[in-house]
């Protein structure tokens, strides 16, 4: 088992940056990668960033060169950076880990966190 608690979330201006953090807890040893997934309302779940154990990150398209992902294994967390923020990057972020032991995959969700930016 694994659980994730997400921080950092809340109302900002459009151009304004905005940092979210997640720490993971539990089975973590067997964490292959966390990341950030959004979801705006009337809309599917997105990539935004993820951060593999091996340091390698993938960004989804609409928010690179804008957002920067980070861990620290010391702490068990992940950071997004947000900057230049858009209105339409409003939405609820969430914090994932996947968990892979052998051939067993569990995927992790923290509760989700509100980001809106205001025009």
């Known amino acids: 088992q694994v659980q994730l608690v997400e921080s950092g979330g809340g109302l900002v201006q459009a151009g304004e940056s905005l940092r979210l953090s997640c720490t993971a807890s539990?089975?973590?040893?067997?964490?292959?990668?966390m990341g950030w997934y959004r979801q705006a309302p009337g809309k599917q779940r997105e990539l935004v960033a993820v951060?593999?154990?091996?340091?390698?990150?993938n960004y989804g398209d609409s928010v690179k060169g804008r957002f920067t992902i980070s861990g620290d294994n010391a702490k068990n967390t992940v950071y997004l950076q947000m900057s230049s923020l858009k209105p339409e990057d409003t939405a609820v972020y969430y914090c994932?880990?996947?968990?892979?032991?052998?051939?067993?995959?569990?995927?992790?969700w923290g509760q989700g966190t509100q980001v809106t930016v205001s025009s």
């Open positions: 994932c880990a996947v968990w892979v032991r052998g051939g067993t995959r569990a995927d992790y």
């Open positions: 539990g089975s973590i040893s067997d964490i292959n990668f």
């Open positions: 951060f593999t154990k091996g340091g390698t990150t």
